[in-house]
């Protein structure tokens, strides 16, 4: 049935960038609501950025100017560019996809998880 599979994820110096990948399989991305999550040891999922069918987005203020979420269509495929990162991005990160179209940042929302991919952001 769906599945997710992240990768891109590994460990960066402050500063760095790192590309995510989510590639769905049993699933249409275009048409759907589409998300990035990331969640360090303690603390709550957070979501990172989402994008509808439309391809609008919405960014976490954590995230703003620094990350950019887009989508291949054709290939099914996620993307969730990271640039300028910084030790506090460091988290496992996720992918998700929704039965619905908009933009939420809320992982209850969300049907279809990934395994997730660790990134690692040393000072």
């Known amino acids: 049935q769906v599945q997710l599979v992240e990768s891109g994820g590994g460990s960066v110096q402050a500063g760095g960038s790192l590309r995510l990948s989510c590639a769905a399989s049993g699933y249409t991305y275009s048409r759907y609501c589409m998300a990035w999550f990331r969640q360090a040891p303690g603390n709550e999922r957070e979501g990172v950025a989402t994008i509808d069918s439309k391809g609008r987005t919405s960014y976490a203020d954590s995230v703003k100017g620094r990350f950019t979420i887009s989508k291949d269509n054709a290939k099914n495929t996620l993307y969730l560019q990271m640039n300028s990162l910084k030790p506090e991005d460091t988290a496992m990160y996720y992918c998700?996809?929704?039965?619905?179209?908009?933009?939420?940042?809320?992982?209850?929302?969300?049907?279809?998880w990934g395994q997730g991919t660790q990134v690692t952001v040393s000072s």
């Open positions: 998700a996809a929704a039965r619905w179209d908009g933009l939420a940042l809320n992982p209850v929302m969300f049907t279809y």
